[in-house]
Every structure is written in C-alpha cells, then in structure tokens.
C-alpha cells in the first residue's frame, strides 16, 4: 500500500480533524443554490448538479480501484481536512464542485449558436473549463495534497485526467442546462444520484469497499 494512501486510510470519515471553517462554506453552497432557486433559474442549479453528481460517481469508482488494487486510488486526498468521506474526496472538494458546477453553467452563452474562437461555445467551454481544472490539479499534486500513485494518471500525462476526470462532468453539465423540457433535466439527475446512492450504499454501507 502507498504512504499516500495509509495517510488516507488513518483518516478516512475520522470526525476528529472538525474544523469550524466547514459550516461557513456550508452556508456559502446553500447561498448560491438559493440565488438560483429564487431566480428560478432551474437551467443552471440542475446543470451544476448533475456536475457534482457525477463527481460522486468518479469518487465511487475511484474508491473501488483503491479497494481491488490493495495499493491505492487513481487520486488520493492524504493532507488535512476537515472529514475525509471517501478516499479521493474531502468535505472541501465536495462544496468545492457544486458551487464549480453553478459556475460552469451560468459561464454558458445564452445563445447556443455563438462561437468562441471559431468553436461552438458548449464544445469549447468543455475543453477550456477541463484544461483550467486539470490544471489546478496538477499544482495541488505538486504541492502534496492530492496524491497521484500511478505512471499513466500524471501532470505530465495529463490526457486521461482530462477525457475521465472533468470533460464527462462538464458534458453532463451543458446536457442537462439545454434539455428543453424540465422533465427530462429531473429524469437525467434522478439517473445520476440513483446510481451514486446505490454504489455507496452497496459498497460503502453493505459491502465496506469504499
């Protein structure tokens, strides 16, 4: 097993590490869900969900690596935190990607058409928003509190973190911002965290993989 992820391990959902600063970013989400909610603006709030919905499902399948490889995860998150709950995910980075996902939305043209670039503005959105987290994530590795253990998930390789770890996230962000119908945006969510809460409930609460 890596040092990176016994430092996980000897933290993992451990409550003694609190701190007070989690309620704070706590009313901060819940503020700019209600800035949404009370504009109505249901485009944006469903798009930035269905973002953090499917971080749960990479955090999952992340966990999972962890668990059959013995070794470690894709991504770990061994530095301090206020809780970690799964092994790649700290409480910080999962206010961090709802309110991410808000953001990402409301920076969508209202004009579908538009190009940026001489590209359509949802495919380069996609890309540009993709390279800017990579690239935050790659000077986190480099400062030590996000763990990267294997040759082919690297900075220096950065095509899998960009194919895998954000640009599905962002799809399934502008997808459900352009749905016409407010429907198939809630069929499209409801798809998503059924499967994130029957991975954790199988195997996190009745298996204890993750």
Aim: hydrophobic letters at 55%.
């Amino acid at each position: 097993m890596s040092d990176s992820a016994k430092q996980s391990l000897a933290i993992l959902r451990s409550t003694s590490n609190f701190q007070w600063y989690v309620i704070p970013i706590l009313i901060i989400v819940i503020y700019v869900c209600a800035v949404e909610i009370e504009k109505r603006n249901w485009n944006v709030l469903l798009a930035g969900l269905a973002f953090w919905g499917m971080d749960w499902f990479n955090e999952i399948w992340n966990a999972l690596v962890f668990h059959f490889s013995g070794y470690a995860p894709v991504w770990g998150a061994p530095s301090n935190t206020a809780y970690l709950i799964l092994i790649g995910l700290n409480i910080e980075i999962c206010f961090m990607f709802l309110i991410a996902g808000i953001a990402c939305a409301k920076m969508l043209p209202r004009n579908k058409n538009k190009k940026i670039l001489g590209i359509p503005n949802r495919y380069f959105l996609i890309v540009f928003n993709s390279i800017l987290f990579v690239i935050v994530e790659i000077i986190l590795n480099a400062i030590g509190v996000l763990s990267w253990e294997y040759s082919w998930w690297q900075g220096n390789f950065p095509w899998l973190l960009l194919l895998i770890g954000y640009m599905p996230f962002l799809t399934m962000c502008y997808l459900v911002h352009d749905m016409k119908k407010l429907k198939n945006k809630l069929i499209t969510l409801g798809i998503i965290f059924s499967v994130d809460i029957l991975g954790l409930i199988i195997f996190g609460g009745i298996l204890g993989w993750i």
